[in-house]
């Protein structure tokens, strides 16, 4: 069942919420179901973020009803991994029910979307596409989610602490002291079957990597003009030409901590590693904004300012003034936008060889400073 592009970018939501429930009904729907999560889909282009919360969301739960495929999983797990909305958290967790090979690696995710989600839970609804739910009807994010960390039952065994710790706490409601116990009772109990990880699945704490399978030539991006955060100019291959680098995106109005804020803290901690290991003059960095409208030099100074970004020649936070499309194009980044606002984004780093070819990209999930700075080295070194 084909979804042409630009039928769906005028869709409804109503035809939205008519075309998910079809694909859930066809038994080769669950792809193109997965493909309607790219942050990219033209399905987004011009909606809000609350209305695309709940597009994802209905997708999520269709995909709980035919079963969660390895293809899906990292949306999950993604949703799991940085999520902060309850709607979306809660249907991931219950399309995480659906996965055929329950195992260790599942849990910590689960156990970090609880710790982030418990304190601001709210009640959600999965009865009708855009429907409102009251404390006494439907069900949670933190329901959803201890329901998941109980059908994962002894894999689970590592959150158990975590569990534990909270179980003590005063204030519980009863029904999700009820909740609690119930996925603590399935965590305890003995099972000889254990899966100790899976084939392609990430283990806790790692991100998947890509190779482009066929790398853009850099010359594709000569018309992209950059400006820095001190206001200067100078075209893309510029700075990405003669050293490695390491590239993120962000944006300044993002209100996901998980996200940007969080990407960019994270690349200071980077540059701190290629430092102390000598290779600052070595290893380029760049934090390039998806939204360079907005994010003038001013702002990308303060913003890497703040959370401790260091920038000189070799390391800058950058925006297109000209060509961002072929930017956008060249990364093949995922990212979408309302209006003016970027409505949906994933997490995206990536390595740029010293020809500015991309070499590696991390995306989705949360990366490993001592990672990138080791698979940077393996770019800097030729591997």
Not at 11 to 33: H, I, K, N, T
Not at 160 to 185: C, N, T, V, Y
Request: proline residues 4%; charged residues 25%.
């Amino acid at each position: 069942m084909p979804i042409p592009g630009d039928a769906t970018s005028v869709m409804s939501e109503d035809r939205f919420a008519d075309l998910v429930g079809m694909l859930s009904a066809d038994p080769v729907g669950g792809a193109e179901l997965t493909d309607l999560l790219r942050e990219e889909h033209p399905v987004y282009d011009g909606r809000g973020s609350a209305t695309v919360v709940q597009m994802r969301g209905w997708i999520l739960l269709a995909l709980a009803r035919i079963g969660l495929s390895d293809q899906a999983l990292i949306f999950v797990l993604e949703e799991l991994d940085t999520g902060i909305d309850a709607y979306l958290i809660a249907a991931a967790a219950r399309a995480l029910r659906s996965y055929s090979k329950p195992n260790e690696a599942l849990a910590p995710f689960v156990a970090r979307a609880l710790d982030r989600i418990r304190l601001h839970d709210e009640p959600v609804s999965f009865e009708r596409y855009g429907e409102y739910a009251t404390s006494s009807t439907g069900t949670s994010a933190v329901s959803e989610l201890l329901a998941a960390l109980a059908w994962l039952g002894p894999t689970a065994q590592a959150v158990q602490p975590q569990l534990e710790r909270w179980r003590a706490e005063h204030g519980l409601s009863r029904k999700l002291r009820l909740d609690l116990d119930r996925a603590l009772k399935a965590i305890r109990e003995p099972d000889h079957t254990i899966s100790s990880c899976c084939g392609g699945l990430p283990a806790a704490g790692s991100v998947p990597v890509r190779r482009p399978v066929k790398s853009q030539e850099p010359s594709s991006i000569n018309s992209v003009l950059m400006q820095d955060q001190d206001g200067k100019s100078m075209k893309f291959l510029e700075f990405f030409r003669g050293k490695p680098a390491i590239v993120v995106f962000f944006y300044t109005r993002c209100d996901n901590p998980m996200k940007c804020s969080l990407t960019v803290t994270k690349l200071a901690r980077v540059q701190a590693l290629l430092g102390a290991r000598g290779l600052a003059g070595r290893i380029r960095t760049a934090a390039i904004t998806y939204d360079p409208e907005f994010d003038r030099a001013e702002r990308l100074r303060v913003y890497g300012r703040d959370r401790a970004v260091r920038t000189d020649e070799d390391h800058r936070m950058l925006r297109a003034v000209e060509g961002n499309d072929a930017l956008r194009s060249y990364f093949g980044l995922g990212v979408n936008f309302g209006e003016a606002l970027v409505n949906r984004h994933r997490i995206e780093l990536f390595i740029l060889d010293a020809t500015g070819r991309i070499a590696v990209s991390f995306e989705r999930l949360h990366w490993d400073e001592e990672k990138i700075v080791t698979r940077a080295v393996e770019t800097l070194n030729g591997f």
